[in-house]
């Protein structure tokens, strides 16, 4: 069949939004990285790699936050997924209460970021929030923390707060996926005599993989994203204990105006996620079957 | 088919170029030409201002009916990270005010200020209070507000316990001691937003009397591993070891604190005086007065308290309209304008003859004359990284760590940004 040329026309649009607003700020982002420009000046200077040798042997806030961020983004990606899953396996079926259900999971979600940061930070205050306060009430006081001052907890506080507010979103993924695996599977499995969890770790899941790698690697991007919800939780804070890469990249460039340096951490911050999916999805891809 | 994809093509082309249109239009309102009238922007963080600023914006465009004033108002956090942005740009910001510190730096090497040097009106501020809206002799911003950051404390609690104002470190744990016999906390620290680099100045005014110090810090020639912030951080310990601070303060964000004191369930707010309003506010029957720790003791005390005179008026050097915009300033640097805007905002000012009606002003101005203060060391620190180390120290000290060993950390992290 022979395709007009000016089908690719229709490219065009995409193809200019694409470029205005992705690879031309990439591309520029990959040019300052080498300078020291300091984001308002015309002049800047040619540093070679220098932002990249201090980012990696010169900046412990920098190193810092990459450790912050994968305790953020394991503690989310291991807790929202089986959360998302378990929900989903409870929800499958398309009844009433069912689909009530799922549509309040869903609800966070809709919730703009700064909102649920303003209700977190409320739940979390240690004399006022009512997190304490129902652990006093339960007789659990002992339980009681200080949950965004602590330094050593407030990172999963945060990451417990991402997963109320996502969960709901990969519950969709997950119900989706979990209907599309075939019935009579599950009758085979039945007339062999396999248990619930035979079933699951045989049936199920492998199945369910696909949904599961898009689950995992759209959880891993959200987390290294959550910039809003650290921002106005905790801004970074106590002592950098909850600084993310995508916190100190604002904070290198418009609290500092290092841009040149700020953009070769943003160069490095896209090389990590890139990596990381890339590593999730060889992974989960390997366990993909089909009956 | 070939038509209608040209019909489709143009369009979407369509309306991208009317897109652009609109959106150019939208983006130059806020500093134009309005009828006969040629409109200024004035941009600041004060949302809280923005009715009173309408009232005398209102009685500045009828005595000059050639201007129009219009306010571009951003928080203060978002005013910090994009306000040299807007001004680069100069549709927005013909007026405009700076923080002291960093931002001021910030600005002056971008060069966005104008030099005000010469205007009349500079005549009407307070000399002593402007210096810090100078740089190698130019007067490039003028402070408008002065705040003192130090502890507001509830006098009527004091006297009722028989407490003075105490003069040195002893009397201080003393007095502290006495509130805690009392059950009352002593301090409502607000360590999960401003309280750390609030309370910082007043704690360390004495301990590090040289005005310079922190621009030593960072120049090298001074080190956080010092006597004089170690003990600063030692002091910070033994506030949080004693209990002087409420628990979990780190945690306790800037309202939480408020409600602390407003209730009377502690004696002091470690923020500042811009508080007072919103404390009496919250409980009209407080009778409230600042109070500066001495972390020394009393013949070794230079300093009383912190001032700060911020809120910085300046005109955008890449404005076409800054004849209008010096009009502006010149107007709000009348005396009976700048009272106007002190009573209705609670704020002292660094305009001279400003008359202070609010009881709250007028209990709290002889801290302006006759008291020895010192501008926020904070503001001090030109670089943003080297005050994020110092401000984490102390919440490295208050989370546990040993005062000598968050120090040393900080220092590591002065040491890979200085310029």
């Given at each position: 069949m022979r395709?007009?040329?000016s089908?690719y026309?229709?490219f065009?649009p995409?193809l200019v939004?694409y470029?205005l607003?992705f690879?031309y700020?990439?591309?520029?982002a990959?040019f ?5 420009w300091?984001?308002?000046?015309e ?12 980012a990696?042997?010169g900046?412990s806030i920098?190193?810092k ?5 994968l305790?953020?983004?394991?503690t ?8 998302a899953?378990?929900?989903a396996?409870?929800v499958?079926k ?8 799922r549509a309040?999971y ?15 930070a409320?739940?979390y205050?240690?004399?006022?929030g ?10 659990l006081d ?8 602590n330094?050593n907890?407030?990172?999963y506080s ?6 109320w ?5 990969m519950l969709?993924i997950?119900?989706a996926?979990?209907q599309a ?5 599950y009758?085979v499995?039945k007339?062999?005599?396999a248990?619930?969890?035979?079933t699951?770790?045989s049936?199920?899941w492998?199945?369910l993989?696909?949904?599961?790698t898009?689950?995992?690697?759209y959880?891993?991007i959200q987390?290294f ?5 650290v921002f106005?939780m905790?801004?970074?804070?106590p002592n950098n204990?909850?600084e ?13 105006y290092q841009?040149?340096y ?12 890139a990596?990381i ?9 390997s ?5 | 088919?070939k038509n209608r994809l040209?019909l489709a093509?143009?369009?979407?082309g369509l309306?991208?170029i009317?897109?652009?249109?609109a959106?150019?239009s939208?983006g130059d309102?806020s500093s134009s030409e309005s ?6 922007s004035?941009m ?6 923005k009715?009173?600023l309408?009232e005398?914006?209102?009685d500045f ?5 050639d ?11 978002q005013?910090?990270?994009t306000a040299?942005?807007?001004l680069?740009e ?5 007026v ?6 960093a931002q001021f730096?910030s600005i002056e090497?971008a060069?966005?200020?104008?030099d005000?040097?010469g205007?009349e009106?500079?005549s ?5 209070l ?6 190698d ?6 402070p408008?507000?002065?705040v003192f950051?130090?502890p507001v404390?509830n006098?009527?609690?004091?006297d009722?316990?028989g407490?003075?104002?105490?003069k040195s470190?002893?009397?201080f744990?003393e007095?502290?001691?006495t509130l805690?016999e009392?059950d009352?906390?002593?301090i409502?620290f607000?360590?999960?937003d401003?309280g750390?680099?609030q309370?910082?100045n007043?704690m360390m ?8 110090i922190?621009e030593k810090?960072?120049?090298?020639d ?5 006597e004089w912030?170690?003990?600063?951080l030692?002091d910070?310990k ?8 409420q628990d979990?303060?780190?945690?306790t964000?800037?309202?939480?604190a408020?409600a602390?004191v ?16 919103s404390?009496?506010d919250?409980n009209?029957?407080?009778?409230l ?10 013949s ?7 001032n ?6 300046a005109?955008?050097?890449n404005?076409d309209?800054?004849d209008?915009a010096k009009?502006f300033?010149d107007?709000l ?5 700048a ?11 660094t ?6 009606e609010?009881e709250?002003?007028?209990?709290t101005s002889?801290?302006?004359d006759?008291r ?5 060391p904070?503001?001090?620190i ?7 180390a110092v401000?984490s120290s102390?919440?490295?000290v208050l989370?546990?760590e040993d005062?000598?060993?968050a120090?040393e950390a ?5 040491e890979?940004?200085r310029?």
């Amino acid at each position: 069949m022979r395709i007009s040329k000016s089908i690719y026309l229709f490219f065009l649009p995409g193809l200019v939004l694409y470029s205005l607003f992705f690879l031309y700020p990439t591309i520029s982002a990959l040019f300052y990285s080498f300078t020291d420009w300091d984001g308002l000046s015309e002049a800047f200077q040619f540093v070679g790699i220098d932002n990249y040798t201090r980012a990696f042997t010169g900046d412990s806030i920098f190193q810092k936050t990459i450790g912050n961020n994968l305790k953020f983004m394991l503690t989310v990606v291991v807790f929202q997924t089986i959360v998302a899953l378990a929900f989903a396996l409870i929800v499958i079926k398309n009844t009433k209460t069912n689909v009530f259900l799922r549509a309040l999971y869903f609800f966070p979600t809709i919730l703009s970021s700064v909102s649920v940061a303003f209700i977190w930070a409320f739940i979390y205050d240690p004399s006022m929030g009512i997190l304490n306060q129902m652990l006093e009430l339960i007789g659990l006081d002992f339980l009681a923390q200080n949950w965004l001052g602590n330094a050593n907890i407030a990172i999963y506080s945060l990451a417990i707060t991402q997963v109320w507010f996502h969960a709901g979103q990969m519950l969709i993924i997950f119900v989706a996926g979990l209907q599309a695996i075939p019935e009579e599977l599950y009758e085979v499995a039945k007339i062999e005599g396999a248990s619930k969890w035979q079933t699951f770790k045989s049936v199920t899941w492998p199945l369910l993989a696909p949904s599961a790698t898009i689950v995992v690697a759209y959880t891993t991007i959200q987390s290294f994203k959550a910039f809003d919800l650290v921002f106005a939780m905790t801004g970074g804070g106590p002592n950098n204990s909850t600084e993310i890469i995508a916190t100190y990249i604002y904070e290198v460039a418009f609290r500092s105006y290092q841009f040149g340096y700020a953009s070769s951490i943003s160069v490095i911050f896209m090389v990590i996620i890139a990596l990381i999916t890339y590593l999730q999805f060889k992974a989960l891809r390997s366990d993909r079957v089909s009956y | 088919m070939k038509n209608r994809l040209w019909l489709a093509t143009g369009t979407v082309g369509l309306g991208l170029i009317l897109g652009a249109c609109a959106g150019e239009s939208g983006g130059d309102e806020s500093s134009s030409e309005s009828g006969d009238a040629t409109q200024i922007s004035f941009m600041h963080w004060r949302g809280e201002d923005k009715a009173v600023l309408d009232e005398i914006i209102a009685d500045f465009e009828e005595a000059n009916p050639d201007i129009r004033v219009e306010q571009n108002i951003y928080p203060s956090d978002q005013y910090q990270a994009t306000a040299q942005r807007m001004l680069q740009e100069g549709s927005t910001g013909d007026v405009f005010t700076s923080f002291p510190g960093a931002q001021f730096e910030s600005i002056e090497s971008a060069g966005f200020f104008e030099d005000l040097s010469g205007e009349e009106f500079v005549s009407n501020f307070d000399e002593s209070l402007i210096a810090v809206g100078q740089k190698d002799g130019t007067q490039y911003a003028l402070p408008y507000q002065l705040v003192f950051n130090m502890p507001v404390y509830n006098k009527g609690m004091f006297d009722e316990l028989g407490l003075e104002v105490p003069k040195s470190w002893t009397e201080f744990q003393e007095m502290a001691d006495t509130l805690l016999e009392n059950d009352i906390t002593p301090i409502a620290f607000p360590g999960a937003d401003i309280g750390p680099n609030q309370f910082m100045n007043s704690m360390m005014m004495n301990n590090a009397p040289d005005e310079d110090i922190f621009e030593k810090l960072q120049n090298g020639d001074e080190s956080l591993t010092n006597e004089w912030w170690v003990k600063t951080l030692e002091d910070f310990k033994l506030l949080a070891d004693k209990g002087y601070i409420q628990d979990d303060a780190l945690g306790t964000n800037q309202d939480s604190a408020m409600a602390l004191v407003a209730n009377e369930e502690a004696a002091m707010l470690a923020t500042g005086s811009y508080h007072m309003n919103s404390l009496l506010d919250l409980n009209p029957d407080l009778e409230l007065d600042l109070l500066a720790p001495i972390t020394v003791e009393e013949s070794e005390a230079t300093y009383e308290g912190i001032n700060t005179a911020t809120f910085m008026l300046a005109v955008n050097s890449n404005s076409d309209k800054k004849d209008q915009a010096k009009a502006f300033i010149d107007y709000l640097s009348q005396p009976e304008v700048a009272s106007k805007y002190a009573n209705e905002t609670g704020q002292h000012l660094t305009v001279n003859d400003v008359e202070y009606e609010s009881e709250a002003l007028q209990n709290t101005s002889y801290w302006i004359d006759e008291r020895n203060t010192r501008f926020q060391p904070r503001f001090l620190i030109t670089n943003a990284q080297i005050e994020d180390a110092v401000l984490s120290s102390i919440e490295n000290v208050l989370g546990g760590e040993d005062p000598m060993a968050a120090a040393e950390a900080a220092q590591q992290i002065v040491e890979e940004n200085r310029e």
